[in-house]
Nanobody
């Protein structure tokens, strides 16, 4: 079992930055691919990006160039640094873990989910 707890969300003005953290409990954090998804009101869950067990990263087109995902296996934590935030980035952001090594795009491929953290970007 893996439990995930996100933190770092909040209200920020357009153009600002936020860093989200996701702390994982349980063993073998390094053996999980980790991803960030987001869900805006009335929309489906969208993959923001992820990091594989090898440390490779993937970013969705909507955030490419504005976000950086990193993981610290010693701290069992994955981070999402978001810069140049836009109002359309407003959503609940979720951390997810997959027992597969690679980053998977489908939300259904992830075994564990955090409770989500709200990010609101004002114009």
């Amino acid at each position: 079992q893996v439990q995930l707890v996100e933190s770092g969300g909040g209200l920020v003005q357009a153009g600002g930055s936020l860093r989200l953290s996701c702390a994982a409990s349980g063993r073998s954090f390094s053996s999980y691919a980790m991803a960030w998804f987001r869900q805006a009101p009335g929309k489906g869950r969208e993959l923001v990006g992820g990091t594989s067990t090898r440390g490779t990263t993937y970013y969705g087109d909507s955030v490419k160039g504005r976000c950086t995902i990193s993981r610290d296996n010693a701290k069992n934590t994955v981070y999402l640094q978001m810069n140049s935030l836009r109002p359309e980035d407003t959503a609940v952001y979720y951390c997810a873990a997959s027992a597969r090594q690679d980053i998977l795009r489908a939300a259904a491929s992830y075994n564990y989910w955090g409770q989500g953290t709200q990010v609101t970007v004002s114009s």
